[in-house]
């Protein structure tokens, strides 16, 4: 099942555990990408057909299937309860910002016009990813919010879905995966493209984000999903296994992995985690339903998964911080001690009554958070992904004049005279 491995390089075992993309996916994804810029709305319509199932005669989500898509009331309280918790976080971050930057000259924070808003969904369905992406661009100020998202296998997108974008205000298409990006990033007749993509997806929707990045800006690669724990003597190895399960989940391409300097930790979680996997760990009524992940648990696991066994605590830190996953839970002693010496990381959980899956709806944090270690350069989707830093500035001649001399030496050892030029005519 897991497997258990001894860190000897760092660098070398980080490089050995990181998902690489193939040649084969990145071309797939690219003729896909290139169809779609070049037929637009039939190129989509096609590919959906091809890996839903379905045909797709009506891209955009009807008037009609909005009123259609009920919830009970349950569900609506508790997507208002995690779209609160956001709001609350990511408003409170805006004018925190805001207020800093109004006291510089010529600088302001003003939000993007348009932003393109992934969902995954198909197999699953994914509302809270709806209330991370929408919710916060609606909170910076983002004028037109889309939202893409797979249809099931009614042809519907999730009604908990519907009702947050139709609660923001959001236009809402039935297209998912690869094509989904391309239509966001180079417009079809239906879909207008947008200035920005943001949003989680699996391995082809990650790759579709990085190649279009060079002409449409993107928020991150953001999954597929990743999380690790760090686990001294002192943790509950049930708690443990149950994250891991948890996370793994989501999808068979998850890495979900333990850091600890304890081998008999190590045998312990080992241990647990196929005997509860082996038991199909559910209760039986979860048994039944149509959403049972213990297969996908199984693949993610076995292929991905695996207990990192360091040397000392300065090896586990280390190797935290350069394989810097999406989550990362510390089931320690002192967690909030050893958190000031993580960097990598995208989000920190302290504590063995922080799990990443409570974080992943109701906590106030965001989901959507970097993967693939780029964790060591950005955190989770904020207020900052909608905002543009706008810099406006002005001088006069008397300005000119001042700095004219030092000019002249920067753009003579450049080799750029008709940049001295420009200014000297102003000077005359």
């Known amino acids: 099942m897991i497997k258990i491995l001894q860190v000897r390089n760092i660098d070398s075992f980080v490089e050995s555990r990181r998902q690489k993309t193939s040649e084969k996916d990145r071309k797939t994804v690219q003729a896909i ?10 190129a989509v319509k096609k590919y959906e057909r091809k890996f839903n199932g379905r045909k797709t005669s009506q891209l955009r989500v009807s008037a009609k299937e909005i009123k259609e898509a009920k919830i009970t009331e349950a569900q609506f309280d508790a997507l208002r309860s995690s779209a609160l918790r956001i709001s609350i976080t990511q408003r409170q971050l805006k004018k925190e910002l805001i207020g800093s930057v109004s006291k510089l000259r010529g600088i302001s924070l003003i ?7 992934y969902i995954p969904g198909g197999q699953a369905r994914y509302p809270s990813s709806a209330i991370m992406s929408t919710i916060t661009a609606a909170e910076a100020g983002v004028k037109r919010i889309v939202i893409t998202s797979p249809p ?6 999730d009604p908990m879905t519907i009702t947050v974008a139709e609660k923001c205000g959001a236009e809402i298409y039935k297209v998912g995966g690869a094509q989904a990006i391309g239509a966001l990033a180079y417009g079809t007749k239906t879909i207008p493209r947008v200035d920005k993509i943001v949003g989680p997806g699996g391995k082809f929707v990650s790759i579709a984000k990085s190649l279009v990045s060079d002409q449409t800006s993107i ?23 149950l994250d891991l399960i948890s996370q793994a989940e989501h999808s068979n391409d998850t890495m979900c992995f333990v850091i600890t300097t304890s081998k008999t930790m190590a045998k312990q979680i080992q241990k647990l985690l196929e005997k509860l996997i082996a038991e199909n760990m559910v209760r039986e009524e979860y048994r039944r339903t149509r959403y049972e992940r213990i297969p996908i648990v199984k693949q993610s696991i076995s292929k991905n998964g695996f207990i990192a066994v360091c040397k ?4 586990v830190i280390d190797l935290a911080n350069k394989i810097a996953p999406e989550h990362m839970e510390l089931m320690v002693k002192n967690p909030r001690k050893l958190s000031k010496k993580l960097t990598g990381p995208g989000l920190i959980l302290l504590g063995k ?5 409570a974080s992943d709806y109701l906590l106030g944090t965001n989901h959507i958070l970097p993967t693939n270690g780029f964790g060591r350069t950005r955190g989770g989707l904020s207020v ?18 001042q700095i004219s001399e030092q000019l002249k030496i920067l753009t003579d050892a450049e080799g750029f005279p008709n940049h001295f030029r420009a200014v000297e005519r102003r000077l005359d």
């Open 152 to 157: 099931g296998s009614d042809g519907k997108i």
């Open 384 to 401: 900052l992904d909608f905002l543009k830093l706008q810099t406006v500035v002005e001088t006069g001649k008397g300005d000119l004049e």
């Open 111 to 117: 939000p993007i016009t348009s932003v393109g808003c």
């Open 353 to 357: 009554n922080t799990p990443s899956s």
């Open 219 to 241: 928020d991150m690669i953001a999954g597929p999903t990743e999380l690790g724990i760090i686990a001294d003597s002192s943790a509950d190895p049930k708690l443990v296994v």
């Open 33 to 42: 990408l290139n169809d779609v810029r070049k037929n637009g709305d039939s």
């Open 312 to 315: 000392n605590q300065n090896q």
